[in-house]
């Protein structure tokens, strides 16, 4: 059977008569399919254009006045007369305490991404790789988990969090994070180490490594891109999030995240949406660059070499 | 202790802490006997994981589920009357209907779209520069989503300017603008339509890492052999990817069943686009009727048991491999 | 090899680890947030502040949460600004959209801020019930608020003999905006005679909107609202507010059609109503030609004419919602900001007392868009607002909003149910069975 990869997901190493192979595909390679045709790459430009469209009005809408914004559409602005404003972001940059927000969804965020992700990778390999009774019904319970909806457990984990005087702290949202989302962490990365190839983890168990060995020094580099997927979607999770925040950190003024701060921009009658276009960029900048600097995780899938022999 | 100084702390402790206990359990189990460290490590390592899904999941889900039963301020017993009135009252049925719509629609064109566009930037050598736009929703937050598509669902009367592109395209092809979100009919099309563009990155972006992991030795040989591209996907890339299509179908789903902020952000659930999340949390929140609340919150833990029950085959026959 | 930097790691992370849950957050102690128990007192005592309760420099910080953003939120800190420069204490203001579930956790765990705007008198007496609420008799001087406060006000802030809650800005409901240009007649005498009045220069004679995201429909239960207390009068609208009163009955009924005589001649029709903002509902009166003659909304719209539909104040001008019945005569609806205590510390104290004075009040009222209840607040900036105050002050009949007085679940089925009769008018029957059966569990206990 050549070249069957094994049944895992995102599969970094695929074998091919039962050693892996180092794969490091990014882009077009000689050889491969033909060559893309022009529709395609029409269809390609078609589908990021109708993507990207949503957002770019947005982005000319925030550049406008509100009077502007709610007589005509965004894209009459691209013509002449251009009456484009700052107004917006000056308004939102100008907002008191925006700058201690930005920090505070930093405190926030970070450590609820490094937490979970700590915390299920030691899991999932043990689901993956060791046997135990009720293994996969407990993995099951755990998937069973992701349906939980969150607005149910905020009022018993408050409850607890005030009995341990942790709400309104950092500690209480890493925490709850955590909580949060562990199921999906434990999901992804137990399907991921799950098909990493088991003759590595065999030669390494022969050498006699114990699991913790196996585990720093082969799981966790081979399963380096899903981690960093699980990273950004935990980080992008934690960064865009509004109810959490509020109800853990609630009114403890020093901790409030950017959402806070921002979803409040707007009245309460609504008026005030032109603020949240420009805000909604503002807030936007850190979790792209968050992106494109994991981002190439994505593209490789390594074990370069780690069977001997 | 200064704030940074603390985070700093946190950031590095942490994660030490936690090596720092994987190896201390590995100090700890020499002291059982050979036979028995394997049966006990596991669950050594899956402690952590464990009891924070415990405090934060499976305690309040136990409270949830006795709560169903109870009364609207969980005092006294009530049977099931609760679930009578999420299975009989009109506007959760309305609810219960959207949510298969989602379920349906939402899944079905974020894999597909996901699985398409993984496939076809894998071709092209702006991969990452596209790839990158799809995702970009995904950092966008629900909040600003529900601005952005707003914007694109606008509605003006007719005769006035249309500041929503979609009505401006529809009254420049000469037809009436229409209330996309607000018409009582199109409303829940709409917002999966958000959906869609919202996830489709995440969809892809699991599904372009699973499609990097195939062989290229394998796909070469494939075509070198004469198979067209429609037989090297259906043959080769589709059945590899099965178990990568199968996490992330579940995982849409799953998001299907608790869609909440994009109905919460736009419509809050009326003109008939209410999905059991946000009913399930105006009954918590603004109709204090917990037991409510909690009965629909099981309704929801249920309904996604047949796709444990196909995970569970998955992870067995996935064993059964190796 | 490993083990010595293993065991190091590990020593060191479990004292950081120590070291992080100890130190926990921020630097400062989180406001006074007491485990108070759900039945039991209201809020613990919160933390110290020597020195005298109501007057000097007292120092440390109340925590303040409602739902005002944006320019609201620039207006109430406006209003606390002179009290934080004399008494030192900081006001920690949080606005969110999701009052209800920020203060429903709390008053389940105990996380309760100091003060809070209170979604409406419904859910302050929910909280009441619970002992959540400080009484405020404790609070105030009751002698003086009494006098000072139209007693309407006063009376919806009592729950079973307890001040639980007291207004910090009002507002009159059911004006009838026009643009004095294009409406250059007299004030009709009733409802009839407004109906009977031709629609040109305009196409139709209203212009309705009711978008308003989450609470949309309630410029809706607004119109409903001033029909049954002017059809039917107050005893059957205290009845609807208790629950007692039917929704299919003919009053109720009666007041819905009258609305549906007021959509079907409204510019744009249904599509409109239902998508525009409804601060921006009444752009159409200063439109050439105007889309509609008339609008009706609260006393607060004048800011969106200005904002919105880029009038000057001297463009526009109202009266009040014409009678109907005569038995009825001069009757009003009313709206207002509730407010209530949950943690009784000396700095809540101190800012509750001043909240309730004129001086407070008139701060507000300066900056525009606001009324008060306090009978102390003469000064008005302009007209509109000073006849606006008039009238609530001098109403022969009063009545706060409906649809607010209600449970909240019987309010956002109101709010749904103007929405669907809106689409669609011939559901009529349907939409008020339906109610029926939300006020039978809706006022359950």
């Known amino acids: 059977m050549t070249g069957a990869g094994s049944p895992g997901t995102m599969v970094p190493p695929v074998t091919q008569g039962g050693r892996p192979i180092a794969q490091v595909r990014s882009g077009p390679q000689r050889g491969r399919a033909p060559r893309p045709r022009v529709m395609i790459h029409l269809v390609i430009l078609a589908m990021m254009a109708v993507w990207l469209l949503p957002t770019a009005g947005l982005l000319i809408n925030s550049f406008r006045t509100a009077a502007d914004s709610s007589a005509t559409g965004w894209w009459t602005a691209l013509l002449p007369p251009y009456q484009f404003t700052l107004d917006n972001y000056a308004a939102v940059l100008n907002q008191s305490g925006l700058a201690d927000a930005f920090i505070n969804s930093l405190f926030i965020s970070i450590p609820a991404t490094i937490i979970p992700v700590v915390v299920a990778a030691f899991a999932a390999y043990a689901f993956a790789w060791m046997d135990f009774p009720y293994k996969n019904a407990l993995f099951v319970v755990v998937i069973g988990l992701l349906v939980i909806p969150l607005q149910l457990t905020l009022i018993p984990v408050l409850r607890l969090f005030a009995t341990f005087g942790i709400a309104g702290e950092f500690l209480a949202v890493w925490l709850a994070h955590t909580g949060y989302g562990l199921p999906f962490a434990l999901y992804l990365l137990r399907n991921y180490m799950g098909g990493l190839p088991k003759e590595v983890f065999e030669s390494a168990a022969i050498d006699g490594a114990s699991p913790a060995t196996a585990f720093f020094r082969l799981a966790l580099p081979m399963s380096v891109p899903a981690i960093a997927s699980l990273a950004i979607f935990q980080f992008l999770w934690t960064w865009n999030d509004l109810l959490v925040s509020l109800i853990y950190i609630g009114f403890n003024i020093e901790n409030q995240p950017l959402t806070l701060k921002v979803a409040n921009l707007v009245n309460s009658q609504g008026g005030g949406i032109h603020l949240l276009t420009a805000a909604a960029f503002v807030t936007m900048i850190l979790p792209l660059i968050v992106f494109f600097g994991l981002q190439r995780f994505f593209v490789r899938g390594i074990t370069g070499g780690a069977v001997k022999g | ?322 | 090899m490993r083990v010595p930097r293993s065991r190091w790691l590990a020593l060191s992370a479990a004292g950081s680890l120590l070291a992080a849950a100890c130190a926990g957050g921020s630097a400062t102690p989180v406001p006074p947030a007491g485990s108070a128990p759900v039945d039991g007192s209201p809020g613990a005592s919160g933390p110290t502040a020597s020195g005298p309760a109501a007057t000097g420099a007292i120092g440390g910080s109340v925590s303040v949460i409602g739902t005002w953003g944006g320019d609201e939120e620039e207006a109430f800190r406006a209003m606390i600004a002179p009290f934080e420069a004399e008494t030192g204490i900081t006001v920690e203001y949080t606005g969110t959209r999701d009052l209800n579930a920020v203060l429903t956790t709390g008053v389940a765990s105990g996380i309760l801020p100091d003060l809070a705007g209170l979604p409406g008198p419904g859910q302050m007496a929910e909280f009441a019930d619970r002992g959540a609420l400080v009484d405020l008799g404790t609070v105030l001087d009751v002698d003086e608020y009494t006098e000072q406060t139209a007693p309407a006000f006063v009376e919806l802030g009592t729950v079973e003999g307890q001040l639980s809650g007291v207004f910090i800005k009002s507002a009159v409901k059911g004006f009838i905006w026009y643009d004095v240009e294009q409406f250059t007649g007299e004030a009709p005498a009733t409802w009839e005679d407004l109906q009977a009045l031709p629609n040109d220069p305009a196409d139709s004679k209203w212009c309705v909107a009711v978008e308003s995201e989450a609470a949309s429909g309630w410029p809706g239960t607004d119109w409903i609202e001033d029909f049954v207390l002017r059809q039917s009068g107050p005893e059957v609208y205290d009845a609807w507010v208790a629950g007692e009163q039917a929704w299919t009955s003919p009053e109720i009924r009666g007041a819905f059609e009258a609305f549906g005589e007021v959509v079907a001649n409204s510019f744009g029709g249904p599509d409109y109503i239902l998508n525009t903002p409804f601060g921006e509902g009444g752009n159409p009166l200063f439109e050439e030609p105007p889309g509609c003659l008339f609008h009706h909304q609260a006393s607060f719209i004048t800011s969106f004419f200005q904002e919105q539909g880029g009038a000057a104040p001297e463009d526009y001008d109202f009266f009040p919602f014409p009678d109907i019945n005569p038995e009825f005569a001069g009757s009003l609806t009313g709206a207002g900001d509730l407010f209530g205590m949950f943690n009784d510390t000396p700095q809540s104290r101190a800012l509750m007392n001043y909240l309730v004075t004129p001086e407070a009040q008139q701060i507000w009222v300066d900056i525009g868009g606001a009324l008060s209840g306090n009978r102390e607040v003469t000064e008005y900036p302009d007209e509109i607002s000073q006849r606006s105050a008039e009238a609530l002050v001098n109403a022969e009949i009063f009545r706060f909003d409906a649809s607010d007085l209600m449970p909240e679940a019987m309010n956002n089925a109101f709010w749904s149910a103007i929405l669907q009769y809106v689409q669609t008018p011939g559901d009529l029957d349907r939409i008020l069975t339906e109610l029926d059966a939300t006020q039978e569990s809706a006022y359950a206990e």
């Open chain 2, 1 to 322: 202790m200064s704030d940074l100084v603390m985070a700093a702390v946190v950031v590095v402790g942490i994660p030490a802490a936690l090596v720092g206990y994987i190896l201390g359990v590995e100090f700890v189990l020499r002291i059982f006997p050979q036979q028995r460290r394997s049966k006990v490590r596991p669950w050594l390592w899956i402690l952590p994981a464990g009891l924070f899904v415990f405090v934060f999941l499976i305690y309040p889900a136990i409270g949830t589920l006795i709560d169903s039963f109870k009364d609207r301020r969980s005092e006294d017993f009530v049977g099931l009357a609760n679930y009578e009135y999420v299975f009989t009252n009109r506007d959760v049925i309305g609810a219960i209907g959207n949510n298969v719509l989602w379920l349906i629609l939402f899944t079905a064109l974020t894999v597909g779209f996901g699985l398409a566009i993984a496939i076809l930037l894998d071709r092209v050598r702006y991969e990452s520069a596209a790839k990158s736009v799809v995702f970009l929703p995904m950092a966008i937050s629900f909040v600003a989503a529900g601005v952005i598509w707003s914007v694109v669902y606008a509605y003006d009367p007719p005769g006035s300017s249309q500041t929503g592109p979609l009505n401006a395209i529809v009254t420049g092809l000469g037809g009436n603008p229409v209330s996309w979100l607000r018409n009582g009919s199109t409303g829940t099309y709409a917002l999966i339509v958000i959906g869609v563009w919202m996830w489709t990155g995440f969809c892809m972006v699991i599904l372009s890492a699973g499609l990097k992991g195939i062989s290229v030795e394998l796909l070469e040989a494939a075509r070198v052999d004469g198979a067209n591209e429609w037989h090297v996907f259906r043959h080769i890339i589709l059945p590899l990817l099965m178990p990568t299509i199968a996490v992330v179908s579940t995982t849409m789903i799953i998001i299907a069943l608790k869609a909440f902020d994009i109905v919460y952000v736009t419509t809050n659930g009326n003109f008939g686009t209410d999905v059991l999340a946000n009913r399930m949390y105006n009954e918590l929140f603004n109709f204090s009727q917990f037991g409510r609340a909690a009965a629909i919150a099981i309704v929801l833990m249920l309904a996604i048991t047949p796709i444990l029950v196909a995970n569970v085959r998955r992870f067995r026959e996935q064993e059964a491999i190796r």
